[in-house]
């Protein structure tokens, strides 16, 4: 009997990854499913005492507490930067950093796209949801056409405040980037693909193919000021039509190891 | 070993690779150029890591990355990609990793040119990014001496878990010089990096290098501990060179190229019978304030010369604290001082110093 119950509590349990620290995340908010899966992966994959993560500004700067491995903490936007640093010291290690939509696409924008372009050999899970968090509620530059924020009181004008920028499409344009995709967070089915990819990422990175980044599409019930369950649908009703899910950039040698 | 012709930049580059420098994250910008194109030859040679940055904004934060790894690692650049530094280094600051930092100045403000000046002190001297927080600053006069601090400059920043600047001017990183090199130090062993430093968490609990203290009385306690640090360093780093000053009646006080020029003022105002000595400080923070103070109190007046509009000047005053009166001659905008002008200021000095 005591042995049936030991097997159950072994199906489910907190990875080895993750700290047994509560977060200070708001209700609802994905970013603990991304630290899970996170930490889940590189469990499986055994290369925790190996890992160094970077955490940035935004919501997720205490990610480091979370995070069973160690950590530093970036200035707002230059992980990939100082991920690069630290890589090229360490070249046998994992290396990620972990950062927002204003964090990667606004002030971080030119350190991104330098780490892809020199296919800086780290992984980068972004975590988009369309307003900075944080601060409470402004405008982030993959806010949608029309969506209200603190600082786009009236929704965001294209006129006055552009275009959201589509991360994965410029930087899969990029030689230096091995896996560009986008996933979403917002339900069972799309949390599982979230996870293989984010696996298929650290695989990139291991393998040394190049820069790898996994874009996943989150919510911020709190700052959307909408709840919990209707932010995961918001997600899927007008944040997948503008950022497509899908593979952007797939290193050839994984594609050839997916056939075999 | 023997003396070699060495131009600055080349010299203080090599000297930070004999130092044991394993990474070098740079961004080109004139007049220190040539020290990074000598790591971009040099490094790869050696096995060690040589960047080329897209800025001085990612230079300063890959210094940072590698920095928190533990090995010895550096950037070198010139006031305008210094100024773009300044972030990552009130970051470094807070996080208390050691780096060390070559800034060869230019004339300025804003894109200014690529002339020697002084114009950086300020902002090298007094902070330059946000917080509290004190860069230890170390001003060559001569290619020796770039290389002999900039060598030193790892020690230092790792006994203090500090940012060590080298503050040099244009004229010192394009000039050449006779000058000795010092013996090559390996690259650390993996297994000798500090224990603070992040090499992942086997076999111990995590480490995390950060400088957020979300509570303010946090922020405080750590505040406290920059600032005996700080003491700390006051009490032991400051360094200075002083000449004829025995019995002089006027003391210039002047630093790096501007103190080498007043020095040759200084010997032909002493060929004119005129009493006059120089300090210069090497150390601009910890400033020599205790010793220029002893130097107040055995002259009539003070003249101090800077490549600036009157930076340093200040901190002379402080250690005055309004005994004598302090003169001022300056150059700026890329304009050198002749020894024969602050020969004439000297003698101008003297005059009212006896009158």
């Not at chain 1, 950062?99 to 971080?108: H, P």
């Not at chain 2, 600055?8 to 394993?22: D, L, Q, S, T, Y």
Request: hydrophobic fraction near 40%.
């Amino acid at each position: 009997m005591t042995d049936k119950k030991m097997a159950e509590a072994l199906i489910f349990s907190k990875p080895e990854s993750l700290t047994a620290v509560p977060t200070h995340y708001c209700p609802g908010c994905s970013h603990g499913v991304a630290h899970r899966l996170i930490a889940e992966t590189i469990d499986e994959m055994g290369m925790r005492e190996n890992t160094v993560g970077v955490a940035p500004v935004g919501c997720s700067v205490f990610a480091y507490n979370y995070f069973n491995m160690d950590f530093a903490e970036a200035a707002h936007g230059r992980a990939p930067a100082m991920a690069t640093g630290f890589k090229r010291v360490n070249p046998d290690m994992n290396v990620f950093t972990y950062q927002g939509d204003g964090d990667l696409a606004s002030i971080g924008a030119a350190e991104i796209l330098h780490a892809a372009g020199r296919g800086e050999k780290i992984t980068v899970i972004f975590i988009n949801n369309a307003i900075y968090g944080m601060t409470g509620g402004q405008m982030a530059p993959t806010t949608l056409p029309g969506q209200k924020t603190t600082s786009s009181p009236l929704g965001r004008d294209i006129e006055a405040h552009g275009f959201p920028l589509k991360m994965c499409e410029i930087l899969s344009q990029l030689d230096g980037s091995a896996y560009i995709v986008r996933r979403s967070l917002h339900d069972a089915a799309n949390i599982r693909k979230a996870k293989k990819a984010v696996r298929q990422a650290f695989e990139v990175q291991r393998q040394g193919l190049g820069f790898s980044m996994v874009e996943l599409l989150s919510n911020c019930p709190t700052n959307w000021k909408i709840s919990a369950q209707e932010s995961l649908v918001w997600i899927e009703e007008n944040m997948i039509p503008y950022f497509p899910l899908g593979d952007f950039k797939v290193h050839p040698a994984i594609v050839e190891s997916k056939k075999g | 070993m023997a003396k070699e012709l060495l131009k600055g930049n080349v010299a203080f580059a090599e000297a930070a690779i004999r130092a044991g420098c394993e990474a070098y994250y740079g961004y080109p910008i004139t007049p220190q150029t040539e020290a990074l194109e000598h790591m971009a030859k040099r490094m790869p040679e050696l096995g060690r890591v040589f960047l080329q940055a897209e800025s001085e904004v990612a230079a300063i934060n890959m210094v940072y990355g590698a920095a928190c790894a533990g090995v010895r690692v550096m950037s070198s650049s010139s006031s305008p990609g210094v100024s773009l530094m300044m972030e990552g280094l009130s970051y470094i600051a807070g996080s208390e990793v050691p780096v060390v930092l070559v800034d060869i100045m230019r004339g300025g403000p804003g894109l200014g040119n690529i002339a020697p000046s002084q114009g950086d002190y300020n902002q090298i001297v007094k902070g330059g990014g946000h917080g509290d927080y004190r860069l230890i600053t170390l001003a060559p006069a001569t290619i020796q001496e770039i290389i002999d601090l900039t060598y030193e400059a790892f020690d230092i920043a790792e006994k203090y878990r500090a940012i060590v600047v080298v503050l040099a001017d244009g004229s010192i990183g394009q000039m050449m010089e006779p000058a000795e090199l010092p013996p090559m130090q390996e690259v650390r062993k993996r297994e000798d990096r500090p224990e603070w430093s992040l090499t992942g968490a086997k076999d111990r609990d995590p480490r995390v290098i950060t400088s957020i203290y979300i509570d303010p009385a946090e922020e405080e306690v750590f505040n406290l501990q920059l600032v005996e640090k700080q003491k700390e360093i006051e009490a032991n780093e400051v360094r200075f060179s002083s000449l004829l000053l025995e019995d002089a009646e006027i003391a210039v006080v002047a630093y790096g190229t501007a103190g080498r020029i007043a020095q040759s003022s200084v010997k032909q105002a002493r060929d004119e019978g005129i009493k006059v000595g120089l300090l210069r400080p090497i150390s601009l923070y910890p400033f020599p304030y205790d010793e220029i103070g002893k130097v107040v109190d055995q002259v009539k007046r003070i003249l101090v010369v800077e490549m600036s509009g009157g930076q340093m000047l200040d901190d002379v005053r402080l250690a005055v604290n309004g005994k004598v009166p302090v003169d001022f001659y300056g150059r700026m905008g890329g304009m050198v001082p002749l020894p024969d002008e602050v020969f004439e200021q000297i003698q101008e000095l003297n005059t009212k110093a006896n009158a």
